[in-house]
Nanobody, 118 residues
């Protein structure tokens, strides 16, 4: 069974950068759409970015366009979220989600905390 493990969170100063990783264990990610979501205190879960199975197509929330970049390395079973120009409002738990392109089976990681504060 596919398991997802996020890493790379932590405390970042405003304007700083961080790179999150979402690594798959148990199965490969080759046949999965991958999405990064975030959940901030008192707010609903928000979709941040997503990438197609081949990495050809990406999509971003308006709030992060131009600042965040999603990419994937299927050989490493890992999807990345490069976050630049971080703002305090980016503070949240970031989670990755893998959806199989055919079966639509859906898997979530546990999340990694990103805190943007001086």
């Amino acid at each position: 069974q596919l398991q997802l493990v996020e890493s790379g969170g932590g405390l970042v100063q405003p304007g700083g950068s961080a790179r999150l990783s979402c690594t798959a264990r148990g199965e490969g990610l080759d046949h999965n759409y991958i999405g990064w979501f975030r959940r901030a205190p008192g707010k609903e879960r928000e979709g941040v970015a997503c990438v197609s199975a081949t990495g050809t197509n990406t999509n971003y929330a308006d709030s992060v366009k131009g600042r965040f970049n999603i990419s994937r390395d299927n050989a490493k079973n890992t999807v990345y979220l490069q976050m630049n120009g971080l703002k305090p409002e980016d503070t949240a738990i970031y989670l990755c989600d893998a959806e199989h392109i055919i079966t639509k089976e859906d898997y979530w990681g546990q999340g990694t905390q990103v805190t943007v504060s001086s």
